[in-house]
């Protein structure tokens, strides 16, 4: 009886985290509920994201699911009994944590990357959206439903969605919710890549070494510059200050030296 309960629940917990050398890995891990996202969740999602911005020895984080879909978007249910109390007009609702989550996720310091190992629903897109890669399987489908549901999606949402997809894309989507393939949503920038199922880890772990290999801090830098841009927020200051930090850092002397001498550079961060 043990045996079959400790099976029953495997692939029913909180998101698991792992690390592996400058890499780290959130899987959400509700396969039988699509990875239905609860507000348990929502903590330990934004627990783990401090915890890979504390370690500045990693450098990638890898966002995926377990089983036939990365996600079907947050707990409705659980959305709905909120939405309806005195209290949620009083104080922060979930909603406001999943929104919170979704911009700790975009803001963080390394590169992410999500891994869609199928569909991706409702909230979970802008989770996705959130990170700066996005490799889909072929059978990755997505839908917003927030129309059909009588739910204004939130602000920061509403703004990824646009500056990154485009106006006429966010408009079909949000307003439609209307569900598109893997295909178009490579053709409206959604997905970076599309692979067969079977080649999304190998294709994931080749970005995610790429990425790793980079200089860190030029990398948190030139991201933290092109979000800004992108949501109309450049701190022009900051990113001057970014790039003359970066001119005089060590890696960018063991770039320079790695270049010259034909070899792979080594980058400290430093």
Avoid at 98 to 120: M, P, W
Avoid at 209 to 218: C, E, K
Wanted: net charge negative; glycine share 8%.
């Amino acid at each position: 009886m043990t045996v079959n309960a400790d099976n029953a629940s495997a692939d029913l917990s909180t998101p698991i985290f792992s690390r592996a050398g400058f890499r780290a890995t959130i899987r959400l891990n509700r396969a039988r509920y699509l990875n239905r996202i609860q507000p348990e969740d929502l903590t330990a999602l934004e627990e783990m994201m401090q915890a890979v911005e504390a370690d500045e020895t990693l450098r990638v984080l890898v966002f995926t699911g377990t089983g036939r879909a990365f996600s079907a978007g947050y707990h409705l249910g659980d959305m709905a009994e909120r939405e309806r109390t005195a209290e949620a007009a009083a104080h922060p609702s979930e909603e406001s944590h999943f929104e919170r989550v979704a911009n700790k996720l975009e803001n963080l310091r390394v590169a992410t990357i999500c891994a869609l190992n199928g569909g991706v629903y409702g909230g979970a897109t802008d989770l996705a959206l959130a990170c700066d890669f996005r490799i889909g399987v072929e059978a990755t489908e997505m839908f917003m439903p927030a129309a059909r549901l009588g739910y204004h999606f939130y602000k920061s949402g509403v703004v990824r969605y646009t500056t990154r997809l485009g106006v006429a894309a966010a408009k079909k989507l949000f307003l439609t919710g209307q569900k598109i393939d893997a295909p178009e949503m490579l053709r409206i920038g959604y997905l970076d890549e599309v692979v067969p199922e079977d080649q999304l880890a190998s294709r994931t772990d080749a970005l995610a070494a790429t990425l790793a290999a980079m200089a860190p801090a030029a990398v948190e830098g030139m991201k933290r510059t092109i979000n800004e841009i992108a949501r109309g927020e450049l701190d022009a200051g900051a990113a001057i200050a970014r790039n003359q930090r970066s001119q005089l850092s060590e890696d960018l002397k063991e770039g320079l030296a790695a270049w010259k001498e034909k070899r792979t550079p080594v980058f400290t961060g430093r």
